[in-house]
DNA sequence: CACTTGACCTGTCCGC
DNA sequence: TGCGGACAGGTCAAGT
């Protein structure tokens, strides 16, 4: 589930990998995975990458993008190795033949995952790279194209970026830079959570909310960036807010509290690399730090790291939501 | 307009 | 062991 730091953490990956590269062609496995026409990007060079909230942008020259939205189980893999589509290249291992795409003769191994994640993209020798981000799942280190793939960007001798995603509700959107900001979500999406300018105008558009749970509006983009399911409700057991909590009965102490610890343990899982990437690929090949940092989050049953009362797990705002009873209660305690 | 609910989709897990 | 169904959750559309 590619929150804001799972979404930074790939475009990080991207702005190593891919900046500089031509793009050879697109390919979109089958329909809905790609909207708009990605012929104009054909030939041309990534220029830059940017995220915004939970959407990721790669801009190309001449004023080309293609815009990306994760949702829940998207993901984007880079591989480079021995290339199919180079001439005479060294005998592979020919690995299962996953797909119809042709040779895909790129499909690394666990192991050389982990090995080459570290990075050598070094000029013109194409070494082998196996990097992925995003929602973590197998096709991050098994074979690609898999049967979640939908859209294969191909860059040359033998380098390519999968877009995987299993559920299918996330896209890559081919349009002139321009039109990025237009998209109805980035043209109404709140403030960025980090730094002090973020408080005025979260306040300003959260305070618009008034008999809505916290959690609701924590979640919605047009109030404030980035912000999952995960982060909000980490963020609202940080600041001791019962997540059912409405706007109005909050303080602006409070609000502050609350939008201070969303940046804060998202800036937390970002250290950690977003809890995907190598994480995913080192622990026993799977699951590495993968919501370690979670105190609440997932961990129903489990004692609270506070005070010791196990974490319960209920439904706000038609999302699960995980919380602990007693520091987090409807009301506000009666002064401490 | 504020707020809620269902739909989208597929893999996984639970109970029978 | 198989099978139905609930659940996962970001965003949008349609509901109250």
């Given at each position: 589930m590619p929150e804001l730091p799972e979404v930074e953490t790939v475009r990080r990956g991207l702005q190593r990998l891919v900046v500089g590269l031509p793009v050879r062609s697109v390919t979109a496995l089958e329909p809905g995975g790609l909207r708009g026409d990605p012929s104009p990007l054909i030939g041309r060079r990534i220029a830059k990458t940017w995220r915004r909230g939970k959407v990721l942008g790669l801009d190309f020259e001449d004023g080309w993008s293609l815009v990306a939205h994760?949702?829940?189980?998207?993901?984007?893999?880079?591989?480079?190795?021995?290339?199919?589509?180079?001439?005479?290249?060294?005998?592979?291992?020919?690995?299962p033949a996953a797909g119809d795409a042709g040779p895909a003769a790129d499909a690394a191994d666990a192991a050389d995952a982990a090995a080459s994640a570290a990075g050598d993209a070094a000029g013109d020798a194409v070494g082998d790279i196996a990097w992925g981000g995003g929602h973590p799942s197998d096709s991050l280190i098994g074979p690609l194209?898999?049967?979640?793939?939908?859209?294969?960007?191909?860059?040359?001798r033998g380098r390519r970026l999968y877009f995987n995603d299993q559920r299918k509700f996330g896209w890559l959107a081919a349009m002139p830079t321009i039109a990025a900001g237009a998209i109805p979500l980035l043209a109404k999406m709140g403030p960025e959570p980090f730094g002090p300018e973020a408080w005025p105008e979260f306040r300003r558009r959260a305070r618009r909310h008034r008999r809505a749970p916290i959690k609701a509006v924590l979640l919605d983009q047009s109030v404030i960036a980035g912000i999952g399911n995960i982060y909000a409700d980490e963020a609202l057991w940080a600041a001791r807010v019962h997540p059912q909590t409405t706007v109005a009965a909050i303080s602006d102490r409070k609000l502050k509290q609350?939008?201070?610890?969303?940046?804060?343990?998202?800036?937390?899982?970002l250290d950690l690399g977003g809890s995907t990437d190598r994480n995913y690929v080192d622990?026993?090949?799977?699951?590495?730090?993968?919501?370690?940092?979670?105190?609440?989050?997932?961990?129903?049953?489990?004692?609270c790291p506070r005070c010791g009362r196990p974490i319960i797990k209920t439904r706000v705002a038609g999302r699960g939501t995980h919380l602990c009873p007693r520091c987090q209660r409807r009301q506000t305690p009666p002064a401490a």
């Amino acid at each position: 589930m590619p929150e804001l730091p799972e979404v930074e953490t790939v475009r990080r990956g991207l702005q190593r990998l891919v900046v500089g590269l031509p793009v050879r062609s697109v390919t979109a496995l089958e329909p809905g995975g790609l909207r708009g026409d990605p012929s104009p990007l054909i030939g041309r060079r990534i220029a830059k990458t940017w995220r915004r909230g939970k959407v990721l942008g790669l801009d190309f020259e001449d004023g080309w993008s293609l815009v990306a939205h994760l949702k829940m189980t998207g993901q984007l893999v880079y591989r480079a190795g021995p290339a199919a589509d180079a001439a005479g290249s060294a005998p592979d291992a020919a690995g299962p033949a996953a797909g119809d795409a042709g040779p895909a003769a790129d499909a690394a191994d666990a192991a050389d995952a982990a090995a080459s994640a570290a990075g050598d993209a070094a000029g013109d020798a194409v070494g082998d790279i196996a990097w992925g981000g995003g929602h973590p799942s197998d096709s991050l280190i098994g074979p690609l194209p898999d049967k979640s793939t939908r859209v294969i960007i191909e860059f040359g001798r033998g380098r390519r970026l999968y877009f995987n995603d299993q559920r299918k509700f996330g896209w890559l959107a081919a349009m002139p830079t321009i039109a990025a900001g237009a998209i109805p979500l980035l043209a109404k999406m709140g403030p960025e959570p980090f730094g002090p300018e973020a408080w005025p105008e979260f306040r300003r558009r959260a305070r618009r909310h008034r008999r809505a749970p916290i959690k609701a509006v924590l979640l919605d983009q047009s109030v404030i960036a980035g912000i999952g399911n995960i982060y909000a409700d980490e963020a609202l057991w940080a600041a001791r807010v019962h997540p059912q909590t409405t706007v109005a009965a909050i303080s602006d102490r409070k609000l502050k509290q609350i939008l201070s610890a969303a940046a804060a343990v998202m800036e937390l899982s970002l250290d950690l690399g977003g809890s995907t990437d190598r994480n995913y690929v080192d622990a026993e090949g799977r699951r590495g730090a993968y919501l370690d940092f979670a105190k609440v989050f997932r961990r129903q049953g489990q004692p609270c790291p506070r005070c010791g009362r196990p974490i319960i797990k209920t439904r706000v705002a038609g999302r699960g939501t995980h919380l602990c009873p007693r520091c987090q209660r409807r009301q506000t305690p009666p002064a401490a």
